[in-house]
């Protein structure tokens, strides 16, 4: 025999201490309760943000030191920009997305005639699985930098790696959202 229980009482109607005409025992919320929910929205919003871990190269762009001096790379420098966003199961090897950004923005660079990349900027955002049942990791990666020509290679790794924050674990990609 399956029993039908009645769904919890909304949110948005406070319970009033004494019964209405209406007798319901439910009144509209007021300026202040409306209030005290935004404060509580909020909170809650701020508590969800701290589950998330957050790496970046540094406050300013960098440059590879190989890259660094005069009449090393051109005066003319093209800014180019890639946000991508993972899907990630298990764990979370923030150093090959990080990478795999950077060979999407290197390749940005070889498209438009250029050979290196200077100025370089990350930042990595790991939301991890607080809310999700499948457990995953939703990754934002944003990489900036100046696409410019040299007469030196590119080093073809991401400037301050080191500073890369990840989850351990052995990492599933389990989609790459552009």
């Known amino acids: 025999m399956t029993t039908l229980s009645s769904p919890p009482p909304s949110p948005l109607i406070a319970r009033s201490a004494s019964n209405s005409s209406s007798g319901s025992g439910h009144m509209p919320l007021g300026v202040s309760n409306v209030a ?20 970046s190269s540094a406050d300013g762009p960098l440059t590879h030191p190989s890259l660094t001096g005069e009449n090393v790379v051109s005066a003319r420098k093209v800014p180019l920009e890639e946000h991508q966003t993972f899907i990630c199961r298990d764990g ?12 999407s923005l290197y390749q940005k660079a070889l498209d ?33 930098a100046q696409a410019a020509r040299s007469n030196k290679p ?14 351990p674990g052995l990492m599933t990609i389990v989609s790459r959202l552009d």
Not at 42 to 49: F, G, I, L, V
Request: proline share 4%.
């Open 36 to 55: 005290n929910l935004l404060v509580k929205m909020r909170r809650h919003r701020k508590k969800a943000k701290e589950h998330h871990i957050e790496s």
């Open 92 to 103: 979370v090897d923030t150093a090959k997305l990080v990478r795999a950004v950077r060979g």
């Open 112 to 144: 438009v005639g250029a050979n290196v990349l200077v100025d370089e900027q990350w930042t990595c955002t790991i939301c991890g699985p607080r809310h999700r049942s499948d457990g995953t990791f939703r990754v934002h990666i944003h990489y900036s």
């Open 154 to 167: 590119d080093p073809q790794h991401p400037v301050a790696l080191q500073n890369a924050k990840g989850v």
